[in-house]
């Protein structure tokens, strides 16, 4: 039996699948693969259908066009966490609302890091103020803020810290730096190539958390 149709073949396009959730995967994998490739430019129901080797009403069948699968790239993006996180905070080791916030920006580094398309997608968000990437954008942050809801359970800040600000700056630099590591490779005159430089951001995210939320 055929494999899933994850791989592309060497002229870009999809096996065809032979069934609905394979030719739903092929359709989603062809269109994150399209955006991280090239952007909204070209972005289009047919170049997807190209792509993924099928025919272009199935898109509107299975997604109900661009605009569904938009909505399943962002919760998928925004949804890395279960993959690099378990959902048993005992097993992390998780005993106070900082230990929580110093893990999830390690791993919220990571995943900026490891993904190209994400790593785009916040730029874009910074820069571009179209319905597409606000459709993106919205659908990643719903997913990701539902996550983190569930990660957080009963575990309190500390009394007088506003988090939501907090969270924001602190989640904002680490964007931020990633983006400027693609961009030029330092920030501030802070290098931001080699893994001891990222080490040493990560070491300083660290003591910054710990400083704020004890």
């Known amino acids: 039996m055929l494999q899933i149709a994850d791989a592309m073949t060497k002229e870009g396009v999809a096996a065809r699948p032979r069934n ?20 909204f430019q070209g972005f289009g129901i047919n170049a997807v259908a190209r792509r993924a080797g099928c025919d272009k009403q199935l898109i509107y069948r299975y997604y ?17 966490v279960n993959d690099k996180i378990p959902q048993d905070t005992g097993g992390m080791f998780v005993l106070t609302y900082g230990d929580l916030m110093e893990k999830l920006s390690m791993y919220f580094m990571e995943a900026l890091r490891d993904d ?33 809801e569930r990660m957080q359970g009963n575990l309190k800040p500390p009394k007088g810290v506003d988090t939501s600000t907090t969270n924001a700056l602190l989640f904002a630099s680490i964007q931020h730096l990633v983006i400027s590591a693609s961009v030029s490779g330092q920030f501030a005159g802070v290098p931001l190539k080699a893994e001891k430089d990222w080490e040493k951001v990560a070491a300083a995210v660290r003591r910054l958390v710990r400083a704020i939320y004890g």
């Open 20 to 39: 609905r959730a394979n030719t739903e995967r092929a359709i989603f994998l062809a269109a994150r693969a399209l955006l991280s490739e090239h952007g």
């Open 64 to 80: 109900g066009g661009l605009d569904g699968l938009l909505d399943a790239i962002g919760e998928e993006l925004g949804s890395w």
């Open 116 to 148: 190209p398309l994400v790593c785009k997608i916040v730029a874009w968000e910074v820069s571009q103020d179209t319905p597409q990437v606000r459709r993106l954008s919205e659908s990643r942050m719903k997913s990701l803020g539902k996550w983190l």
